[in-house]
């Protein structure tokens, strides 16, 4: 399937995290994805800039897409979670980063 993902802005907005599936705000970034910042999954969505922290952005936004069952996402979460891994390990972040974000811009289904 594919063809669908909701971007960062949706999904860090407050009136939002009822779409939330099987994760919580207050979620731990490095504890689901193994590597990167020790924030919640809600301040990985709201960091600002290029580079790591844009991958971090995208790549917390691309597992939300992923594990809801309405939104029809590109990966699955074990392949978002593994991609951050070779991406972290390799600092090439913005090849991975590019990806998702094209990703989590073809347009969201969620209200």
């Not at 802005?9 to 990167?36: E, N």
């Not at 090439?92 to 998702?100: G, H, P, R, V």
């Amino acid at each position: 399937a594919g063809g669908q993902g909701c971007p960062p802005g949706y999904w860090k907005q407050p009136h939002h995290f009822d779409s939330w599936v099987g994760l919580d705000p207050t979620d731990r970034y490095a504890a689901i994805f193994g590597v990167g910042p020790d924030v919640s999954l809600v301040d990985a969505l709201q960091m600002k800039g290029g580079k790591f922290n844009a991958l971090v952005r995208h790549s917390a936004a691309a597992l939300l897409n992923a594990v809801h069952p309405d939104v029809s996402y590109d990966l699955g979460g074990a392949e978002i979670i593994a991609g951050v891994q070779a991406a972290y390990d390799s600092s090439a972040w913005e090849s991975f980063n590019d990806e998702l974000d094209a990703f989590n811009n073809q347009g969201c289904p969620l209200n």
